[in-house]
């Protein structure tokens, strides 16, 4: 295998160097030596077994570029060709080296066009191929998300500027060349020198108007006013006529629905009441098993009402049950507290106290009845809630096998948590959470609070999301949205940026990025993501893999792409972010690859 690509690079260079080896200018190449024992003249291999960079930057090279050969060095990272005066094209077989992330071949007198492979190296991060002669149209670039470098300045390309996932990149410029029609949206990052040059451009930027685009009806302005009046007036019914068939059918749905609830109306709690307080003394003891009876400021109350959702899990839970029975606190978070509650009949709960759930008792009730219609194999259904102006309780089953957080992050005692599990973590939490949101996209229950302590994993070990739709984030934290995406508003003049589903998205990223480097979460995940960025915008993106996951021999190109999607969920634009359901198709797309691989190589 290794003598494979040390025959092919030996090939690209002759071709490379055309002529030049026989005046000795083989620059050290030689098929006696190792190409990464540094006797190959710009070859480095980083300290590996594999070549990783490939840089002949002003080598007087004039023969064509053999993408095929080169590319069969597989682990290639970047490639750099800058300032020769190599000819030809640009081969489609570029797009074999996949884990390329930079590709210079700026300054060279290359033709044609640009492959449409260039597009599939999806870890691109700089991309130069400036001062040539190329021509004809750029593909689309969209899928390269992690683009920083895009220079194609002075050459002959022309149609439209392609999509382009102008996120990351910091550096962009089509000068000079034949280009046409409107300039993208740049979200202002760039000036008009990166445009200049094109006769055919428009846009603001190069204060130039671009014509109208032509009117989609085609036969509109025919109709008279009174046509209109009335084609508008007949849309107007049909609109009230299904606003009512809808109102109809909730009314039903609630009402058939409200008869399954069974509510048990709470009886005076005296005894609870006589408990003291523990939180205080709860927290000292931290993980010891000492339990205590919970405390609700309800207790002594008689208007409150505990709501048992069918369930098989408890039948005849009754407040009083909840408040006696020994607990044991096992945290205090942001939104509150969670209680490990066992009743008489060895049955064990997990009761979370909300500490401040935003919204009114009703309407907290309703959306609880609402988010246990949707009922999903792998999203923790809560067994009972308990509701009133001061206090909100939800109860579910305890999960003995713990969360995704103890798993990757708590005493591991012996236990592996393989890459082939964690992809499928990833893709199990993904077509959940992307089921939920389209269930209930209409109501605007988005989970709120999606972390990997909300990732519990039930006695099949089975991952499944719990907590989903408790928190209401209102108000909005700001934090997660740039400045210009604040005021976006979608047609209906909503904020679409305060979307929690976009918040959702981001959590998932930030969960991704827990599996992939194996490195704890602080400040909301901003530190981790922050960290990846940094990173992965220096060009070693292998370093933020957890290295239980490198020595384990994961395929680095799966993690690679899962990394491209964690980044994308973490865009700061929340607009930009995937949707879950886009989010769980790039996943499962993922554990197809791993599945392949794993039948081919062996
Ligand atoms: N049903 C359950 N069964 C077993 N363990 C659970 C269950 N629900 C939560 N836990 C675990 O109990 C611990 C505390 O949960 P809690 O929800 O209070 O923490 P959190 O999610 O970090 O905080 P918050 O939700 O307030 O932001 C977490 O480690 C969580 O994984």
Known sequence: EDENVKTALLQFMEKLSA???????NWGWDINSDPCNSTWKGVDCLGSQNVKRIVLNKFNLTGILDAASVCTAKSLLVLSLKENNISGFIPDEIGNCKRLSHLYVG???????????????????????????????????????????????????????????????????????????????????????????????????????????????????????????????????????????????LFKKNKSKGETVKVVKKGKVATAS?????????????????????????AGTTSSSLVVLPSPVVKDLKFDDLLRAPAE??????????????????????????????????DFKSRIQRIDQVKHPRVLPPVAFYCSKQEKLLVYEYQQNGSLFKLLHGSQNGQVF???????????????????????????????????????????????????????????????????????????????????????VYGFGVVLLELLTGKLVQNNGFDLASWVHSVVREEWTAEVFDRALILEGAGEERMLNLLQVALKCINPSPNERPSTSQISAMINTIKEDEERSIISDP
């Open 19 to 25: 002529g030049h080896e026989q005046n000795d200018q």
């Open 107 to 249: 300054g060279n007198r290359f033709t044609g066009d640009i492959p449409d492979t260039i597009s599939q190296l999806i870890n691109l991060k700089r991309l130069d191929i400036s001062n040539n002669n190329f021509s004809g149209a750029l593909p689309d670039m969209s899928r390269v998300s992690g683009l920083l470098t895009f220079f194609a300045e002075n050459n002959q390309l022309g149609g439209a500027i392609p999509d382009f996932d102008f996120s990351y990149i910091k550096e962009f410029s089509v000068a000079n060349n034949n280009f046409s029609g409107p300039i993208p949206d740049v979200k202002s990052k760039f000036g008009a020198d990166s445009f200049t040059g094109n006769p055919e451009l428009c846009g603001t930027l190069l204060s130039k108007a671009c014509p109208p685009s032509p009117p989609p009806s085609k036969k509109g302005s025919k109709h008279s006013s009174a046509d209109r009046f009335l084609i508008f007036s007949g849309y107007i019914l049909l609109a009230v006529v299904v606003l009512l068939l809808f109102a109809l059918y």
């Open 274 to 298: 006589k408990e003291p307080s523990r939180t205080s003394s709860e927290s000292k003891t931290g993980g010891n098993r000492s339990e205590y009876s919970i405390t609700s400021v309800e």
């Open 329 to 362: 606190l096992l945290g205090r978070g942001k939104h509150g507290s969670l209680y490990k509650v066992m009743l008489d009949n060895a049955t064990i709960l997990a009761l979370k106290r909300i500490k401040d759930s935003g919204i009114s008792a009703e």
């Open 418 to 504: 393989d890459w082939g599990s964690r992809l499928n973590v990833a893709a199990s939490i993904a077509e959940s959470l992307a089921y939920m949101h389209e269930q209930l996209q209409e109501g605007g229950i988005a989970h709120g609070n999606l972390k990997s302590t909300n990732i519990l994993f039930n006695n099949k070990m089975e991952p499944c999301i719990s907590e989903y739709g408790l928190i209401v984030v209102q108000g909005q934290d700001q934090s997660f949205l740039s400045q210009s995406d604040s005021f976006k508003t979608d047609a209906l003049g909503r904020n679409v940026a305060y979307s929690t589903f976009k918040l959702d």
